[in-house]
């Protein structure tokens, strides 16, 4: 009986269904189990408990009662009278004559793939001669900011003209 639940979890976890029957003994064999046939139902649904929902807040309307108000939508009218549909493959419109450039692309050149179009001009850093350079202390007050007072102004006498 272990061998045969340790046969029949492995299958069932390789996704068969499969069930022991015990197979009846008698005198000339032992007491057997097998497994059921291929598409044998086992065991029917699994029972669920179904969830409880609480539904005070809803209400339910009267039996034919409007719940939305239908409001029609007018149809537009097209006038088409004055439309004309021209046969399948007519030209709707005849193209522009465009004036062609004429460019003259015979003085052109072309290097090979790689080749350097300029030269780069290498240009010397600048030496700056430091050694006269001072520097304060991280932190230190460089230039003390001057406080102005705000000017003081008369507007007694002044007037808005009409």
Do not use: C
């Not at 044998?40 to 039996?63: H, R």
């Not at 004309?84 to 072309?110: P, W």
């Not at 030269?119 to 304060?136: G, R, T, V």
Request: proline share 4%.
């Amino acid at each position: 009986m272990d061998k045969a639940s340790h046969f029949r979890k492995a299958l069932k976890n390789a996704g068969l269904r499969v069930s022991l029957s015990k197979i009846q003994e008698t005198n000339e064999t032992k007491a057997e189990f097998t497994l059921a046939q291929p598409g044998v139902v086992l065991v029917n649904k699994a029972f669920v408990q179904p969830k409880n929902f609480d539904v005070k807040q809803f209400s339910l309307d009267e039996v034919g009662a409007t719940l939305v108000k239908y409001t029609p939508v007018e149809k537009k009218h097209f006038d088409i009278d004055d439309i004309q549909v021209d046969a399948v493959g007519s030209i709707m419109e005849d193209k522009k004559e465009v004036e062609e450039f004429e460019v003259d692309i015979s003085s052109i050149t072309m290097d090979e793939v790689g080749s350097v179009f300029a030269e780069k001009e290498n240009i010397q850093a600048p030496e700056f001669n430091l050694d006269d350079l001072d520097m304060e202390e991280v932190g230190s007050i460089i230039a003390e900011k001057e406080n102005i007072p705000e000017p003081d102004i008369d507007i007694d006498d002044i007037k808005l003209a009409d």
